[in-house]
């Protein structure tokens, strides 16, 4: 009997415990691409330091190859899985896959923060299905070693693909958890994943967002007055969208949310990416929620001029790790504004 | 024949050539207060660079005071002069000056950044007038040296105190001019404060703030699509207010203040102020401006929440500058949210 290929590209902290977790299953063939440690770890694979797996020196999965194109040479794969951040205005991550996805057959799988992930999958290969994991993991990768702190919990479900049946997308998300689950992880599925991803969203369109612009932890952000004066007011933007978009959010999510960091100072993911130079997952996270709002006719005073602001901290950002660049002398336009 | 009093207060870049300006005219007594660098400036004057007056080495006013309290005990001062940044949510200037204003006798002079500034001293002083000085020098105090790149050009005019008569305040203006105008500097009579803080503010409120907000300078802020986004319908919202208060600003002031940086890659003083860590002029650049609006009932969906994100930014600044502080453990807050 051949086993399933597995094919992940993102071997950060969560990617690499992800294909740890199904390597460890032995019910698939597991790939991984590996593009800046790729000398290193093929030579002495990674370190891991794991809550779920104990502490392995050296591990390695079944194939590693340092690129997307060189793991394509090699099979045909049933599923691709990408846990690179998502920053589509850098890299559009349907392109980084392109040479592994073979139409029809390979399921793509999206460990991935953000929202409305799959559109433009589905759009580009409107016959594959495309699954969505959200997961809750604590873990980094340091120089290829791996320190992971918190239990390795996915919940999978599946992007509606309004071109192929709704069975045989939950078989397949249900197919994806049986070679992922095991009895390290905590691997489930969740019918509703529009509900979850809007579920999110209360927190990373609105805390998540307004603490990058701003520079505050989430507890200042409180000391401040602002998450009253903006994050809240966004956030009953963010309910809104979801209910025209037929996802009734609970009554008491909002209070449920801004408790949720209760005595911690805590530093929200995008803000920790402006703290490193990183780019923001700006387009995943509030971007693709405005064009959904925007389909449904939603007024989001609020939320589109946060997504203006961190535009140009994101052109910043950008800048500084040279992903583009401006001439030396500044253009002088002719354009009239009024 | 006595002459006035004058007292400074705020001896930087702008503050020292203003004293400088008046000392050489010989028309008035020139007292200052000096608070970090007293002991160097007490013995040894300034070293002045400046295009207007030339080299100076150990220049001296009349008198120097550590203390406005001290400054107090040796004279009644014709005019109080604050050069000063205007902080008022960290230290309010007519409490700084308090001690040496003599009621109905005294007149304060703003030579200050910001908009509506008379307000509280009007309140605080009902029967004392209160002159403005716009000031377009360029001129920097880098520990006890001065260094001025720009003439001292200036604009005075009174902020209209409705105690007094109107030929009163104009009067005091034009004396004040007498004593500090000079063969040097270039010191004329503006008639319209309003208009003239206004037609700042169509750049302060909206191009300063966006930057200082995102990290970006005005030519990036163009580029990234945020200057057309945010900055120009706060421009807007800037122009409504005027105009509700009885100040029509000139029909292309959109397109002349968005070009007044063509080829230059600009920072304005709000973003150096944040990449110095110093607390921004928020509230005399933006927080007067909402309290008008406010009572004039015009609509500020834009300046608002540019106002309330930047209350966050400056809440860290005021924070790492040891201003305010935070428990070391985040307070749980039993308030309800919804």
Redo the contacts between chains.
């Keep these: 009997m051949t086993v399933p290929n597995i094919l992940l590209v993102g071997t950060g902290g969560v990617g690499t415990i992800v294909a740890l977790g199904l390597h460890y299953n032995k019910k698939a063939s597991i790939s991984v691409v590996v593009r800046s440690d790729y000398e290193k770890v093929k030579e002495t694979g990674w370190t891991i330091h794991s809550v779920d797996y104990g502490n392995i020196n050296g591990w390695k999965p079944d194939y590693i190859y340092p690129t997307v194109e060189e793991a394509a040479k090699n099979a045909i794969y049933d599923y691709v899985i990408i846990t690179t951040k998502n920053l589509p205005d850098v890299i559009k991550p349907e392109k980084v896959v392109a040479p592994a996805i073979t139409e029809k057959v390979t399921t793509i799988v999206l460990i991935q923060n953000g929202f409305d992930l799959g559109r433009s999958f589905i759009a580009k290969y409107p016959e594959n299905i495309c699954l969505s994991g959200v997961s809750h993991i604590g873990s980094h990768n340091n120089n290829g070693t791996i320190t992971q702190t918190q239990k390795d919990k996915c919940l999978i479900s599946y992007f509606k693909n309004p071109n192929l049946e709704i069975p045989s997308q939950e078989l397949k998300a249900k197919e994806f958890i049986d070679l992922y689950s095991n009895d390290k992880n905590d691997v489930t599925y969740f019918d509703d994943v529009k509900w979850y991803r809007y579920r999110k969203l209360v927190y990373n369109a609105t805390l998540n967002t307004?603490c990058a612009?701003?520079?505050?932890d989430t507890?200042?952000?409180?000391?401040?007055?602002?998450l009253n004066?903006?994050s809240?007011p966004a956030m009953k933007e963010v309910i809104s969208i979801a209910k025209a978009d037929g996802v009734e959010l609970p009554?008491?999510v909002?209070?449920t949310v801004?408790?949720s960091?209760?005595?911690?100072?805590f530093k929200p993911s995008m803000l920790v990416d402006v703290e490193k130079g990183n780019p923001i997952e700006l387009e995943v996270i509030l971007g693709n929620l405005l064009v959904v709002a925007k389909e449904l006719k939603v007024e989001t005073?609020?939320l589109?001029?946060l997504y203006?602001?961190?535009?140009?901290?994101?052109?910043?950002l950008k800048?500084d790790r040279g992903i583009i660049t401006?001439p030396k002398?500044?253009p002088?336009?002719d354009q009239?504004?009024?």
């Design positions: 307004v612009l701003t520079g505050v507890g200042r952000l409180q000391l401040a007055g602002t004066t903006v809240i009554k008491d909002i209070n801004v408790h960091d209760d005595g911690d100072w005073p609020i589109s001029i203006e602001l961190l535009k140009a901290k994101q052109f910043k800048e401006v002398e500044r002088i336009s009239i504004y009024n």
